[in-house]
Structure formats: structure tokens, C-alpha cells
């Protein structure tokens, strides 16, 4: 009896199974072969289909056929992309599986099949055979892959020893005001750094309660034997460099029911080389748009700057959207005074606040000058002018010069980032640019803008280090200038003139109605493009070929022409996307081997227009975070209101597919170096496993989506958090090869940094507490490693 139930039931089961497997794949297929795709689909799902059908009928040949199918499989997957690694593997991976599994199935109900004399032929040997066919090709196809990623046998220079008083401190966020990420600290080095321990930690006690809006992504500076930091919420506290142990802590109690997103990059300090009371002050920005500065001993507000310690950064208080406008980084303080920017709430008015780069005194909080990214002009205004709404703002860390006394500003975009055709020829003039300004009036010195025309959210993101590099034997003041584009720009930083050919490319034209858009973009010429490939429909992938077959569909019915596709009504591709190739971490730098270390990530955004008309209809709106919530459609895309504008836009920050992986193939995130001397990659490697973002914690070497900076020092070693698998990870400078790793508790999207303490260890120090964003594990560490002895 038994022996009849299975009979009926296992022939009929794994034939259901897959003919609803073929039948699932044929009709999305006809659908991607009438954009243009691969046949293959149409093809496979047929097969699965006649293989359920003999299965169901109790003909072994149904498993012999579906064997076919997994060699046709290979021979499809070859000829897209060659033996490609685990992108070859992925597209083999469910038909390899449903035969291994219809294999071992069957094996002890030989008998409940019908009887043919084709039996041995058919369906032993033929699937057995095909599964070892398929895993041989699979495993030459991962093993082929490893020499692209096999380290550089570099050799480096002998590390440049300072004086370790050169090194000990962490005096601003980026190192120092040059931005460089560097240190000549030495005690940690590849000789030593599996010694590296968890020195000490603390928690700041902000992570309840933020939710999705916390970005931890604060670097703190050491001054004397004091570390100082801020927390997502903008709380500030003191540590002590060598133990950890907290000194003091402010918290301002800013309105956080009115912010967009809860950061707090960092702080700055201002000496003086008194002992009075707030003769060094740690200045702020808060999310509610203040500046407050404290007592670097005590904590305690200096209640001669401002109103009682603190600046009210907004232009004009009444305005609905005052808090549009709020200070995402520290402070630049060159000489006596505090240089700061700020974040502006992308595309929801042309009325939101002003971007201004205001100028205080650090001592009283008098504004010394403005600058307003939206005037053509090259001077200050003057301080009763009104600013330009909704103007190109600077959310990113500023550097400075201070023997030239240059300040380099890096520019974000209009209000409007998607549609530009209603933009100002002013406001275009600064947008998406590096801007010196003179520190001491802000009038412009030099401009060099890094995309015309920005219609993509391609902000110039980063802080631009400073550094002397070897131009035709001459040391030359410089400056490099990522961007989320991908190019890096090398200029003279006192002229802003490319010491590096940059030539303007032609890009695809025909936007929308209204849009005028640059018909050139320029690109780098002789330093290496950190942009991705361009995307074509081989190049997407999924875990399962229902994955493969939406993401591939997304792909083909949208526009994409290149990292420059217009945006459309139907929908266009922006690649790398709003995240960037690059971001806020920016690059590191040896200023003294003149090495540059870059991360970098790779993620397509869809960016929709919505004529005005159907976005009022769909009640399109500025948001409010205390009163009304973004319209998000089932793919995630979040509805833009773009008022004053004659679209609305519908942005996708990333395309998945069904099941939540990327619809494109790894590696997404990389770590490369490049010699300034003579413009080349040394080394690029992928970053990153897919441990915390892949089902059942699998973890593969793909290279993961990154966000944070990484921390270069003159023994050789270059530490960086930022992945979303959540190590922190100390690579060797010469050939980049992995030397040490740590399992962070929470996300570490931050940029690290590295001091010497009184006790004389070094200390690398990252903060670890995730980023809403990323999705990555909440937290409120600050983690401080030192070597073991």
C-alpha cells in the first residue's frame, strides 16, 4: 500500500514542481524577449515544462530532459559571459540544484517509473553525468576568476619616520585641515598587526529610539590626551585617549522630531594655548541648525560666543521649511574663525532654505562673511542681502590651506536635483564643484566644477585632500577631488587648474520637455576612472532565474545610455548612483609616497519623472518628518514633490530584485590604491563579504556596498570600516592583501582614525553603531584597538 502511495505521489509531485517551474519562466520570458532579452528564459521554461510533464507521466526521460536542459545552461551561460566566476555560477546554480535534487530523489524509487530499455542512458548516466559536467565548468569558472584578485608583489618605500609629536594628535576630522587621512604613527604595522586587540570601549548610550534616520558615522579628533566625538542625536563627550573613560558630556537637546536624518560626522577645535576658561572651545553643528560651542576641559557652553554659546544657523526662522537647512559636518576652523555649510533637504521646493558657507569668529560668533553658491558673483554678499533660495548647497567637509589661506569647498546642487531645466545660469555656475574660497573674506578664488549641468544627485560628496605630488619632477601643491561620478580629478590648489589631463567627453542628449542638458561631461584623462562598467542585460543577475528574468526586465525597459542617461518619464538608470562611486569617506592619502587609497561602491539608482500635473494628483507634496511621510510605491521608489518645478520625481536608490539582492552582478564595492607619481592603479581588490546581507549568513569575497572612509599611516597599513558586513579590516598598503580583521558589534560607517596617547600606544579607533540607510546593525560603540604584547 505504502509502496502504490509513493508511486502515485513522488512522479507526480516533482513533476508538478517543475512544470510550475517552466511555467514561471516562460511567460516573463516572452516578456523579456519582446524587449529585446535573451531567448533562453522562453527556452527553459519549454523544457521544464515537457520534462514535468514526462515526470508526471512516470517517464524517466523527464529527468534526462531536464539534464538537457541544465547543459543547454551551461553553453547559454558561457556565451554571455564566459567562465565569470560566481556570476557564471549564479546562473547555473538553480537548474544544477532542482537536477541534483530530482537525482538523489529518485534514485531509491527506480521502480515506480515505467520501464524503457533506454533506462540506463536516459536516467542514470545522462543526469549523473551532467552534474559532474556542471560542477567541474562551475569550479574552473571560480578558481579562473581568482587571479584578477590576487594581491600586487609591491614593495613600498621605507616608511617616512617624523617626529612622533607630529602624529600623536588627531586635530580634525580629516587628520589635520589638509584632510589627508594619514598618519606617520608607525608602532602598528604589518609586521605586528595580528597583536592588534580591543584596547578599549565605550558606549555613547544613543541608540534607542533614533530608528531608521541614525547615521553614526562620527570621526573623532584627540587633542592632548582627550578624544572628542559626537553622537547621531548630537550629544558631545570627552573620552580619555588611553582608557576610554568619559571626561564629560553636552547634550544641546536638539528637535529631533523635525529632522530628516540624525548625523553628527564630528567636531572641531579652535586653541588658543590659554588656561582660561573656554581657551580651547570644541564647536558643533546640531540638527537643528545650530552652532554651539564648549569648553574643550570642561563641557561647559562658552557663553560669550553667540546667544549663551550657540549660533542659530537658520536664514530665515519663520519659514515652513527652515529646518530643510541643517550643518551634516564639522566645522572648518582656520585661524579665528569657524568656516561651516550645510545640508539641504533634496528635491522638495524651490523654496527651501539657502545653502549658504558662513564665516564666524570663533571667540564671539560674529559673522564675518557669507557665501551664496546661487550669485554669479565672485565676492561675499553682504551680510543684510537676502540669499538665493533653494541655491547649491556644501553638506560635505571642507579643507583648507592655511599658508595660502584658501578654504576648498565642495558643492552640492540646486533644491531641484533630478530636473534642472527652471535653474538659475548663476546657481548652474558653482553647483557640483570644488570652490576655493578666501578664508578671509570668502570672495572666489578658483572653481572647477565636476559635472555640468547635474540632473543625477552627483554632489561633490568628499572632503578634498591636500597634498604635494611630483609633477615632471616638481613637488606641486595639489588637491584631489572625488566625485560620486567616479573621476578624480588631481588639480594645483592654488589655481585649480588639473595637473592630469581632463578632457570633455560628449554625453546622450534628448531629456525631457524643458530640460537643457550639457552636452559634454568631464572625465580624467590619465588617473584611473573609478566609475563602474556600463551596465548591459548580461550583467544583471539574480539568486534564482525568476530574480534574473524581473531584474533583467527592469533593466531593459528602462533608458540607460551610460553613467550620464538623462532622466525620463519612463524611467532611467543612474549608475553608480546617488550613493556614488565615491562618498563622504573620501579618499586617503601618503602624502610622503604619494599613494592615494580609494573605496568605492557601486549602486544603480532609477530616477522617474512625474509631470507636475499627475504628481499633484498622487497628492506629491514636501514632506514633514513630524507630520506627513514620503508617498513609497512597492519598489521602493519614494515619490519627490520637486514644488515650483515642472516635475515631480520618483527616486529608487537601489534596484533589487524580488528577493531583495541587487538586480546587477558583484563585485559592489572595491579598494584600490593608485601611485600620484605616475597616475596608476597599484593595486583594486574587492571589499567585503556577503556575511551579513546573503540568506543562512553565506558569506562570499564579492565585494560589498561600503560607506565610510578609510585611514592610511606611514607604517604601510590602510584601515578601513565602511562595509556592510560589519569588519574592520587592516590591508597592506604595498599589495593590498588582508592582514587582520575585526567583527564589529554594530555597523562600522565611519571613518577611523589613529592618535598616540600619553601612554605611548597607538590607538586606531573606529565608531561602530550602523547607518539607517545600509541597513546596518544599530549601535553606540567607540572602539579602540592597540597592540598586544
Known amino acids: 500500500m505504502v509502496e502504490i502511495l509513493i508511486k502515485k505521489i513522488f512522479p507526480l509531485i516533482a513533476g508538478l514542481i517543475i512544470f510550475a517551474i517552466g511555467i514561471a519562466q516562460v511567460l516573463p520570458g516572452a516578456v523579456l524577449l519582446q524587449l529585446g532579452g535573451t531567448p533562453y528564459y522562453i527556452f527553459a521554461g519549454i523544457i521544464s515544462i515537457a520534462a514535468g510533464v514526462l515526470m508526471f507521466m512516470r517517464q524517466r526521460e523527464g529527468i534526462a530532459l531536464f539534464a538537457v536542459l541544465v547543459l543547454a545552461s551551461n553553453w547559454w551561460a558561457y556565451t554571455e559571459i564566459a567562465f565569470s566566476g560566481f556570476d557564471y555560477f549564479t546562473r547555473i546554480a538553480f537548474v544544477f540544484s532542482a537536477l541534483l535534487a530530482l537525482t538523489i530523489a529518485q534514485a531509491p524509487f527506480n521502480k515506480l517509473f515505467s520501464d524503457t530499455r533506454h533506462y540506463r542512458t536516459l536516467v542514470h548516466y545522462l543526469p549523473v553525468t551532467t552534474l559532474g559536467i556542471t560542477a567541474i565548468l562551475c569550479a574552473y569558472a571560480i578558481v579562473s576568476s581568482i587571479p584578477a584578485q590576487k594581491y600586487h608583489d609591491g614593495d613600498l618605500p621605507p616608511p617616512v619616520i617624523q617626529e612622533t609629536a607630529d602624529y600623536e594628535d588627531w586635530t580634525d576630522y580629516g587628520g589635520s585641515l589638509a584632510g589627508q587621512r594619514f598618519s606617520g604613527l608607525t608602532q602598528i604595522s604589518p609586521q605586528n598587526i595580528k597583536k592588534l586587540k580591543l584596547a578599549w570601549s565605550y558606549r555613547t548610550g544613543a541608540q534607542d529610539g533614533l530608528g531608521a534616520r541614525s547615521r553614526f558615522t562620527a570621526t573623532p579628533i584627540k587633542i592632548d590626551n582627550s578624544l572628542f566625538a559626537c553622537t547621531p542625536n548630537n550629544v558631545v563627550f570627552a573620552l580619555d585617549a588611553g582608557t576610554g573613560a568619559e571626561l564629560w558630556r553636552y547634550d544641546p537637546a536638539p528637535k529631533l522630531e523635525k529632522a530628516f536624518s540624525l548625523v553628527c560626522r564630528g567636531v572641531s577645535i579652535h586653541q588658543s594655548g590659554g588656561t582660561e576658561f573656554c581657551a580651547d572651545r570644541i564647536l558643533f553643528g546640531t540638527v537643528d541648525a545650530r552652532l554651539i560651542a564648549l569648553d574643550a576641559k ?39 574663525i569657524a568656516i561651516i555649510g550645510g545640508y539641504i533637504l533634496d528635491n522638495q521646493t524651490d523654496q527651501a532654505p539657502t545653502g549658504l558657507v558662513r564665516a564666524f569668529d570663533v571667540k564671539t560668533g560674529a559673522l564675518r562673511w557669507t557665501w551664496d553658491a546661487g550669485r554669479s558673483i565672485a565676492k561675499t554678499l553682504p551680510i543684510d542681502d537676502t540669499p538665493t533660495p533653494g541655491n547649491p548647497n556644501a553638506w560635505a567637509v571642507f579643507s583648507a590651506d592655511p599658508q595660502l589661506g584658501l578654504v576648498y569647498v565642495p558643492t552640492g546642487n540646486s533644491a531641484h536635483d533630478i530636473y534642472g531645466g527652471q535653474r ?81 567627453k560628449p554625453v546622450p542628449q534628448g531629456g525631457v520637455s524643458g530640460e537643457r542638458l550639457s552636452p559634454t561631461q568631464p572625465h580624467t584623462a590619465e588617473l584611473p576612472s573609478f566609475g563602474p562598467p556600463d551596465l548591459t542585460e548580461t550583467s544583471m543577475w539574480g539568486a534564482t532565474p525568476f530574480d534574473a528574468i524581473a531584474c533583467r526586465t527592469k533593466f531593459l525597459r528602462a533608458r540607460y545610455d551610460g553613467r550620464f542617461t538623462p532622466p525620463s518619464l519612463g524611467g532611467s538608470i543612474a549608475y553608480p548612483g546617488t550613493i556614488g562611486a565615491l562618498n563622504w569617506g573620501s579618499v586617503s592619502v601618503d602624502p610622503h609616497r604619494e599613494i592615494m587609497v580609494v573605496n568605492t561602491s557601486w549602486m544603480p539608482s532609477m530616477l522617474t519623472l512625474v509631470p507636475r500635473d499627475e504628481a499633484d494628483a498622487l497628492g506629491a507634496v514636501p514632506i514633514f518628518p513630524d507630520k506627513s511621510k514620503p508617498i513609497i510605491d512597492k519598489d521602493g521608489g519614494i515619490l519627490m514633490a520637486q514644488a515650483g ?61 561600503n560607506i565610510g572612509g578609510s585611514v592610511t599611516t606611514a607604517s604601510g597599513l590602510v584601515f578601513i570600516g565602511a562595509t556592510t558586513d560589519g569588519y574592520f579590516r587592516a590591508f597592506d598598503l604595498a599589495s593590498g592583501k588582508i592582514l587582520w580583521a575585526y567583527k564589529l558589534p554594530a555597523g562600522g560607517q565611519a571613518t577611523p582614525m589613529t592618535y598616540q596617547a600619553d601612554n605611548g600606544k597607538q590607538y586606531v579607533v573606529i565608531a561602530a553603531g550602523g547607518h539607517g540607510s545600509l541597513g546596518t546593525k544599530r549601535g553606540d560603540y567607540i572602539l579602540a584597538f592597540a597592540i598586544e604584547e
Not at 566625485?483 to 570633455?504: C, N
Request: hydrophobic letters at 40%.
Open 298 to 336: 570642561t563641557g561647559n557652553r562658552c557663553t560669550d560666543f553667540g546667544q549663551s554659546g550657540e549660533i542659530d544657523l537658520r536664514v530665515d526662522p519663520e519659514s515652513p521649511y527652515a529646518l530643510y537647512y541643517y550643518p551634516s559636518s564639522p566645522p572648518t576652523v582656520i585661524g579665528d
Open 424 to 504: 538659475t545660469t548663476a546657481a548652474e555656475k558653482f553647483s557640483t564643484s570644488i570652490v576655493a574660497l578666501d578664508a578671509a573674506n570668502g570672495n572666489v578664488v578658483w572653481n572647477f566644477q565636476a559635472v555640468h549641468h547635474d540632473v543625477w544627485d552627483y554632489d561633490m560628496p568628499a572632503q578634498p585632500p591636500l597634498l604635494d605630488v611630483t609633477v615632471d619632477g616638481v613637488k606641486t601643491p595639489a588637491l584631489i577631488a572625488p566625485t560620486k561620478a567616479g573621476e578624480i580629478f588631481l588639480l594645483d590648489r592654488r589655481t585649480g587648474v588639473p595637473l592630469s589631463d581632463v578632457t570633455e
Open 645 to 705: 518645478a515642472d516635475y515631480a520625481v520618483k527616486f529608487q536608490i537601489a534596484i533589487l530584485s524580488p528577493l531583495g539582492f541587487p538586480c546587477h552582478a558583484p563585485p559592489w564595492g572595491m579598494l584600490s590604491a593608485v601611485d600620484l607619481k605616475t597616475k596608476k592603479r597599484l593595486w583594486s581588490r574587492p571589499i567585503g563579504t556577503t556575511a551579513d546581507t546573503a540568506p543562512f549568513g553565506l558569506s562570499l569575497p564579492l565585494g560589498i556596498f
